[in-house]
């Protein structure tokens, strides 16, 4: 076979351990290696075996030469928390490919089906369709969460079909199987299977030089019963003492924890059992700690000794420990003095923190006692987590002793943090209050500025989100507080925060009552000067967004254009990436709304600009959304991202960039005429979300269920629902909800000027039936622009050359390597491709791609 790319993590990680190897002698097993690949015939293969087995080394060993890409996840009790699982699953997929990794981190752990679907879509559209692909999940067993199970057989179940699933487990995996099993998907190998056979047993101890009678060799198969681990440990021993033939191996089955210190670890110099002690007390240490660790060369050596136990693969870039060993060196720890201990877990932390494993990192952190650590990692995760991570890390604060908060003015506030996080304002204000009595109460010394700074921040960002219910407009003057301790406190931050969520509505107000929408922008206008100074360019530009926004809403096109162009200068200068893409955004809508075609082709190009921005973290996820929301408005469903044409999300976040995705879903399930469907999906998330307080939500939410009930011959109820939308919108003159709805929306006010008990003024209903029916035919006009400009009416043709060229791009392939491919030069390369995206009317690579596949012009 042709050796496959492997892409594993850089960990170190315990696990049934490369047992019948050592760093020159390795036996071939070829009878495995053709049961395994037998077994990749097939969609699911569980290799389940207890522990010692060698399953891990028998699947890694073939894997290795097998000619597939091979994405190994290596999996801890510590999955059972989602956010920890889905940081080791995304980094699994950081080396294979780059784009691929960011987009899969851009969206959080996919509770709900119609999540997972949206997740699926990223494999499927950057995954090569000629390349298999094998992913293997190590220790299933220790998985027992029921989020992570149902994403586990929600993968089964819909695996690419040039990818094979590998579990590997010492009991049967807990996910379903049935169905898969009675499609003949799904092979199996057990114990039976791995077990040694005499003659595996016998070319095992040739190549450690150890030559056995056919007596002794039948005694070894029989006492062992070819279990690997107990094959490797009687041949250390007859190694060590080639006398002890049978003695060894009874007294393994007597008591193998016995014999592992008798032939193993007693041997051993001082120096290498405590160093090996010190490596059971960690799951992930990079290479180059352990290489810190045992720098001394005969250390190392003596180490090396161990291969069959323990060692290091330079392919895979992983330790592994054998289970059974692993236990055995973890009823030693006792030896280890706690400041031994405390040093390892503080190394172990940073090499999370740099390689951004910051759920680890803030374990280890804790048993070493580095509170500080905790706190910015803390600090460190995005502003929106899955309920259960909050609570655990909420715990996790919890147990910090109390004499610590006195040293640490981060960790004074992650409290509070945890608590907004959860939605808990009221409780979180609370503590931030008991804070700033107290130290405003102390003498002003650097210290406790800056944590009186961070406390009042956080109560001012407590009363900017809480807005929504309790329209409080004082918030600024916690901000100004913040700067003035900030200011005092001669604190500096490093590097532009450019992480602000905006969310699908920017203007954070619920109530319908005209002036609560001024004085929000109001009061965001004056936090943001003390903002961006405390936390170097946060909010810049957010005050613009919300007035351009409220303007569109308010069908005020010209100021729209203004504020939407004021933002974006603005953002661009803070490099504020997300209040830029809104801007750019309801840059779209407008151009849309007032058939301004050229516009509209300006805006997708900058949208596109964005991508290349490594430092915008969202990029991907937001392009999709604003080119999903355009593709589907004009009728080109077909090229906006499936991931976002899915129901609603149901998960347990307050996600701002949930409702913009619901947006999207929203806007498709309409254009596709599927109204059963959304007037369900809108009343199951009537109450779900936070958003669906927002006033601008509320009346989309109102109009699009009056446009679904009278396409379903519910007349009565769509005009009621139009009223009570109609209500919601009035005092703040908010049309364009209306407007936006197009020929829909023409035709209910049609319907609902004839009905005399309507309750909506005529006069209204007459300007929306206008506006209305002028949007549709500026949207009109735009569709047939785009539709003349990318010529789609004729299925476009491309050349051989063409072909090639996207078919490569489709595999993965860069450029340059697609030249070599060809034999081409670069700029033939780019020119070829400007020629693909004229014909296709495509905007990038991606877009390319998926039209080409959907033509079935590649597969």
């Known amino acids: 076979m042709v050796t496959g790319v492997k892409i594993m993590q850089n960990h170190f990680f315990h696990s049934d351990m490369p047992v019948i190897t050592d760093n020159e002698v390795r036996i071939d097993r070829q009878r495995i290696h053709d049961l395994l690949e037998k077994a990749l015939q097939k969609t699911i293969v569980t290799v389940v075996a207890g522990a010692g087995y060698g399953k891990t080394e028998a699947v890694s060993y073939f894997l290795k030469r097998y000619n597939a890409v091979t994405l190994w996840v290596q999996l801890s009790k510590r999955d059972n928390l989602c956010s920890r699982f889905w940081e080791n699953y995304t980094h699994t997929f950081s080396k294979l490919n780059t784009r691929l990794a960011t987009r899969i981190s851009e969206i959080d752990f996919p509770e709900s089906e119609s999540q997972f679907d949206g997740y699926a879509t990223i494999p499927e559209d950057e995954m090569a369709g000629n390349v298999k692909y094998v992913l293997v999940f190590d220790d299933f067993h220790l998985i027992e969460d029921s989020s992570v199970l149902r994403f586990m057989q929600r993968t089964a179940d819909a695996l690419l079909p040039n990818m094979t699933m590998i579990i590997i487990s010492r009991s049967e995996p807990a996910i379903n199987t049935v169905r898969l099993l009675s499609k003949g998907v799904v092979a199996h190998i057990d114990e039976d299977s791995l ?11 040739q190549t450690q030089n150890i030559n056995l009678t056919p ?65 059971s007390l960690v799951e992930y240490i990079s290479p180059g700690v352990i290489k810190e660790l045992s720098s001394d060369a005969a250390l190392k050596a003596e180490i090396d000794k161990l291969s069959s136990f323990i060692r290091y693969d330079s392919f895979l870039n992983v330790y592994r420990i054998n289970y059974l060993f692993l236990e055995f060196l973890r009823q030693k720890q006792g030896v280890l003095a706690e400041d031994e201990k405390r040093r390892l877990y503080i190394k172990a932390a940073a090499w999370c923190v740099k390689n951004n494993y910051i759920m680890d990192a803030i374990r280890y952190s804790e048993k070493a006692c580095d509170y500080e650590t905790i706190a910015k990692s803390i600090y460190a995760l995005p502003t929106a987590l899955p309920h259960k991570t909050a609570l655990y890390l909420l715990e996790v604060i919890k147990r910090i002793p109390s004499d610590a908060y006195e040293k640490s003015d981060t960790l004074c506030l992650i409290y509070t943090r945890l608590l907004e996080y959860l939605g808990r304002f009221d409780e979180a204000l609370a503590e931030l209050n008991v804070i700033i009595e107290k130290f405003e109460a102390m003498p ?14 956080n109560v001012g960002f407590a009363h900017y989100y809480n807005y929504l219910y309790a329209h409080d407009d004082k918030f600024w003057r916690y901000f100004q ?18 992480i602000f969520a905006v969310g699908a509505c920017a203007c954070r107000v619920g109530a319908p009552e005209k002036g609560h929408i001024e004085k929000f922008i109001e009061a965001v206008e004056k936090s943001i000067p003390y903002v961006s100074h405390t936390i170097n360019g946060c909010m810049w530009g957010l005050d613009d967004l919300l007035k351009a926004e409220t303007a569109y809403f308010k069908s005020d096109m010209k100021n729209c254009l203004r504020f939407a162009h004021a933002a974006l200068c603005k953002a661009r200068e803070k490099e504020q990436y997300e209040i830029e893409n809104r801007a750019l955004f309801f840059l779209l809508r407008v151009g849309i709304a007032t058939g301004s075609y050229p516009e ?23 392009y999709d959304i604003a080119m999903g929301w355009y593709y589907i408005t004009i009728r080109q469903d077909g090229r906006a991202a499936q991931w976002l044409k899915n129901a609603f999300y149901e998960d347990d976040m307050d996600s701002p960039r949930r409702g913009q995705e619901n947006m999207v879903s929203t806007k498709y399930f309409l254009v596709t005429k599927k109204y059963h469907e959304l007037l369900v999906l809108l009343e199951n998330q ?10 601008f939500g509320q009346i989309e939410r109102k109009a699009l269920t009056a446009i679904c009930q009278y396409h379903i011959k519910e007349r009565p109820e769509a005009i009621k629902s139009l009223k009570a939308a109609y209500d919601l919108a009035y005092p703040n003159s908010l049309d364009m909800f209306f407007i936006e709805k197009g020929n829909d929306m023409r035709t209910l006010t049609g319907a609902a000027m004839k009905d005399a008990r309507c309750g909506i003024p005529r006069e209204w209903l007459k300007k929306i039936h ?38 490569d791009l489709s595999h993965g392939l860069s450029r340059a390597e697609i030249a070599s491919n060809q034999d081409l030069s670069i700029n033939t390369i ?3 491709l400007q020629a693909i995206y004229a014909k296709l009317g495509a905007e990038n690579v991606l877009d390319a791609i998926r039209i080409a596949v959907s033509l079935k012009l590649i597969e």
């Not at 009537?686 to 006033?695: M, Q």
């Open 195 to 205: 077990r040694f056979t005499k003659d595996e047993i016998q070319s095992y101890f």
């Open 215 to 279: 007596q002794t060799l039948s005694n070894i198969c029989a006492s062992t019963e070819g279990w690997a681990f107990a094959v490797a440990l009687a041949g250390m021993s007859l190694k060590k003492t080639p006398t002890r033939e049978i003695y060894a191996i009874y007294a393994m089955k007597l008591n193998i924890f016995k014999l592992i210190e008798s032939e193993i670890f007693s041997g051993m110099s001082e120096e290498s059992q405590n160093l090996l002690i010190k490596l």
């Open 444 to 457: 002003r010394t650097r210290f406790t500025c800056r944590l009186l700074f961070g406390a009042y921040n």
């Open 481 to 498: 507080k913040s700067d003035e301790y900030f200011s005092l406190s001669e604190h500096t931050i490093k590097g532009p925060i450019r």
């Open 600 to 622: 509209i082709q300006a805006v997708c190009k900058q949208l596109e600009l964005q991508l290349e921005n490594s430092e915008y973290a969202k990029r991907y996820n937001l």
């Open 686 to 695: 009537r109450d779900k979300y936070r958003a669906g307080a927002f006033l």
């Open 770 to 807: 206008v506006r209305a029916s002028t949007y549709a035919k500026n949207l009109a006009w735009v569709i047939s622009e785009y539709k003349r400009d990318n010529r789609l009416e004729n299925e476009p043709s491309l050349t051989d050359k063409e072909l090639k060229v996207l078919a």
């Open 830 to 832: 780019s020119s070829t």
